[in-house]
């Protein structure tokens, strides 16, 4: 999103219930990656829109963007969210991005990207291992 946030800001949204602010951990049989995946989602109506969406280059392409997205969508659903929407803002370091959200099954209009929050939380299969581990980061 290209969306830069000061500290302050961001704990500000992870107190408000407007916000779901989470992050992801991962682990494989290799070892522990640490802290790779945070989002952030502003409820707008029934709608929940992805202001941040960030990943760790090390853990890109592994599935866990597609898993992490999935449980947000998840999440989403027992709020009573309908849809997950999103902008994408292009630029020269977010190339590798460009097809993330289509490739989600997200469809765009008037510059924004959309997707039922249920049809993604469920297209999505999980990992053998499970759940991506998300939680709120004050």
């Known amino acids: 999103t290209t969306l830069r946030l000061t ?21 494989d049989k290799f070892g522990e990656y640490g802290l790779t995946c945070v989002a952030i989602l502003e409820c707008q109506n029934k709608n929940w829109h992805l202001v941040a969406f960030l990943l760790s280059c090390r853990v890109l392409g592994r599935g866990v963007e597609s898993r992490f997205l999935a449980d947000l969508a998840s999440e989403v659903v027992a709020l009573g969210g309908e849809k997950i929407t999103a902008a994408f803002r292009p630029t020269n370091k977010n190339a590798v991005a460009a097809d993330f959200l289509p490739r989600h099954g997200f469809t765009e209009s008037g510059g924004i990207w959309s997707r039922p929050a249920a049809e993604l939380a469920n297209s999505l299969e999980a990992p053998a291992t499970g759940r991506v581990g998300a939680s709120a980061r004050d």
Request: charged residues 25%; aromatic residues 0%.
């Open 7 to 27: 500290l302050e800001q961001v704990q500000a949204m992870s107190k408000s219930p407007d916000h779901l602010v989470r992050a992801a951990t991962v682990r």
